[in-house]
């Protein structure tokens, strides 16, 4: 089997999690979707019957871990081939080589880690060879391959979606590098179960995160060979990061309440550092993206509907870009929320229709607004009497659209707040309009 790839160097110099990765698919932790026994990943690497693929899920799941595998499993020529590092040139001077190959009977198989980083011309220089058989081609990426790599190169790959690792098993592969004697010959290591876990909460699904943290732990506790991990130790290697912050725990709850709370009460400044304590402590930026938008609705509304529009604008670039280039946007919305003109009223207007609608769950549809699709419906009186606004002087008419048992019930109560103002005084209008046509009807 002929490799020609850094993946080999295995000495002690290197970051742990380069140390400790899986030469197996034994060993791998994790995606048991696609490598547990039956699977078609697993499969496909055993019976060395590989297909051009992609590899897509977030840092530290395996991406390049299941290269590795597929390096020592192959009976092909592997080449491992980076985005950061390579262009045109190289890629021509591989695929030449490959063509070569081929015509001895040696398959290539082409590793292309951030294959997202190659622009278009580069993704194109591979297409010819993928589709000829030449190179077996298997890339990996942090992005969704349908916005970053070009369609036609993508429909002739297999994608398979890495998901990030869960805290048992970034716990367990704490564990196994602290008994194998790739980890740390020669050391004691004494490591406390809740410090591994906190470890593994803090790295949030990276494996690489887990295990670089593990090793600076190590180093840093290391008395005359012997080690102990524990919640101190943790403290001075992240430089006092909230190690006890647990996404799924109280204190998760406690800062997205303060965070909110803060916004509520126009405290930009407040706001701004819980949003902080949430994302330096490793929160998920989307969760905390998504509770800005619905602070957008709840707590602004109509008094300034530009929040919602910023607000998802914020998740958007959140889900675009990630840590830690999205703290900016998140500042963005969490600061225009707080400053904008407050209400509650589409909350309370949503609330008092919930309780309505529960009560009055089999009330008829009125007839004169139940649509009309059939002739039967047309002589059971379905649509008689439908006021069409459009056909109307100021496009609205008097007809009555709740249930007969719910008529003249009002669920939004506009502000005075902000733009909501003019909304309040614009539904009045309205209102008026309405009663004084009907009293005329």
Same mark, same amino acid.
């Given at each position: 089997?002929?490799?020609?790839?850094?993946?080999?160097?295995?000495?002690?110099?290197?970051?742990?999690?380069?140390?400790?990765?899986?030469?197996?698919?034994?060993?791998?932790?994790?995606?048991?979707?696609?490598?547990?026994?039956?699977?078609?990943?697993?499969?496909?690497?055993?019976?060395?019957?590989?297909?051009?693929?992609?590899?897509?899920?977030?840092?530290?799941?395996?991406?390049?871990?299941?290269?590795?595998?597929?390096?020592?499993?192959?009976?092909?020529?592997?080449?491992?081939?980076?985005?950061?590092?390579?262009?045109?040139?190289?890629?021509?001077?591989?695929?030449?080589?490959?063509?070569?190959?081929?015509?001895?009977?040696?398959?290539?198989?082409?590793?292309?880690?951030?294959?997202?980083?190659?622009?278009?011309?580069?993704?194109?220089?591979?297409?010819?060879?993928?589709?000829?058989?030449?190179?077996?081609?298997?890339?990996?990426?942090?992005?969704?391959?349908?916005?970053?790599?070009?369609?036609?190169?993508?429909?002739?790959?297999?994608?398979?979606?890495?998901?990030?690792?869960?805290?048992?098993?970034?716990?367990?592969?704490?564990?196994?590098?602290?008994?194998?004697?790739?980890?740390?010959?020669?050391?004691?290591?004494?490591?406390?179960?809740?410090?591994?876990?906190?470890?593994?909460?803090?790295?949030?699904?990276?494996?690489?995160?887990?295990? @670089?943290? %593990?090793?600076?732990?190590?180093?840093? $506790?290391? *008395? #005359?060979?012997?080690?102990? /991990? !524990?919640?101190? =130790?943790?403290?001075?290697?992240?430089?006092?990061?909230?190690?006890?912050?647990?996404?799924?725990?109280?204190?998760?709850?406690?800062?997205?309440?303060?965070?909110?709370?803060?916004?509520?009460?126009?405290?930009?400044?407040?706001?701004?550092?819980?949003?902080?304590?949430?994302?330096?402590?490793?929160?998920?930026?989307?969760?905390?993206?998504?509770?800005?938008?619905?602070?957008?609705?709840?707590?602004?509304?109509?008094?300034?509907?530009?929040?919602?529009?910023?607000?998802?604008?914020?998740?958007?670039?959140?889900?675009?870009?990630?840590?830690?280039?999205?703290?900016?946007?998140?500042?963005?919305?969490?600061?225009?929320?707080?400053?904008?003109?407050?209400? @509650?009223? %589409?909350?309370?207007?949503?609330?008092? $229709?919930? *309780? #309505?609608?529960?009560?009055? /769950? !089999?009330?008829? =549809?009125?007839?004169?607004?139940?649509?009309?699709?059939?002739?039967?419906?047309?002589?059971?009186?379905?649509?008689?009497?439908?006021?069409?606004?459009?056909?109307?002087?100021?496009?609205?008419?008097?007809?009555?659209?709740?249930?007969?048992?719910?008529?003249?019930?009002?669920?939004?109560?506009?502000?005075?707040?902000?733009?909501?103002?003019?909304?309040?005084?614009?539904?009045?209008?309205?209102?008026?309009?309405?009663?004084?046509?009907?009293?005329?009807?």
């Amino acid at each position: 089997m002929l490799q020609e790839s850094l993946f080999d160097d295995r000495s002690t110099s290197t970051p742990l999690a380069d140390r400790m990765r899986p030469l197996t698919l034994d060993d791998y932790a994790g995606q048991e979707h696609l490598v547990g026994e039956g699977r078609v990943l697993r499969l496909m690497i055993e019976r060395d019957e590989l297909q051009s693929m992609i590899f897509w899920g977030p840092p530290g799941v395996g991406k390049t871990t299941l290269a590795r595998i597929i390096a020592n499993s192959t009976h092909s020529r592997f080449v491992n081939f980076s985005a950061v590092t390579s262009g045109i040139k190289e890629i021509k001077a591989v695929m030449s080589e490959a063509e070569n190959n081929r015509a001895l009977g040696v398959r290539t198989i082409l590793f292309v880690d951030e294959i997202h980083r190659f622009n278009k011309a580069q993704q194109d220089a591979f297409l010819p060879y993928v589709e000829k058989g030449s190179i077996v081609m298997i890339g990996a990426t942090t992005e969704n391959p349908s916005f970053e790599i070009n369609s036609a190169l993508l429909s002739r790959c297999k994608v398979f979606v890495l998901n990030a690792l869960s805290t048992e098993d970034l716990v367990k592969l704490q564990k196994r590098a602290l008994s194998d004697e790739r980890g740390f010959p020669g050391r004691e290591i004494e490591a406390e179960d809740s410090a591994l876990e906190k470890i593994a909460v803090y790295a949030d699904g990276d494996a690489r995160v887990a295990l @670089n943290t %593990l090793e600076m732990c190590v180093l840093s $506790a290391d *008395q #005359d060979g012997h080690s102990l /991990i !524990n919640d101190d =130790v943790l403290t001075q290697v992240l430089s006092g990061r909230s190690l006890l912050y647990d996404k799924n725990g109280e204190e998760h709850y406690n800062i997205i309440s303060a965070l909110h709370k803060s916004m509520r009460n126009s405290d930009a400044d407040a706001a701004v550092y819980w949003l902080a304590r949430m994302l330096e402590a490793g929160e998920d930026p989307l969760y905390v993206a998504r509770r800005v938008v619905r602070f957008a609705s709840e707590d602004i509304g109509m008094a300034d509907s530009r929040a919602l529009g910023i607000a998802i604008d914020a998740y958007q670039a959140c889900h675009y870009i990630g840590m830690p280039e999205c703290t900016v946007h998140l500042t963005h919305a969490v600061v225009f929320c707080a400053l904008a003109p407050k209400s @509650n009223s %589409l909350y309370t207007a949503y609330t008092k $229709a919930a *309780q #309505d609608a529960r009560n009055t /769950i !089999n009330e008829p =549809v009125p007839l004169q607004i139940r649509n009309a699709p059939t002739r039967l419906m047309e002589e059971l009186g379905y649509g008689k009497d439908y006021q069409y606004a459009h056909d109307f002087e100021g496009h609205i008419t008097p007809m009555d659209c709740l249930p007969p048992s719910l008529a003249g019930t009002h669920y939004y109560e506009p502000s005075e707040q902000g733009v909501e103002k003019r909304v309040k005084e614009h539904k009045e209008a309205i209102e008026a309009w309405k009663k004084a046509h009907r009293n005329k009807q």
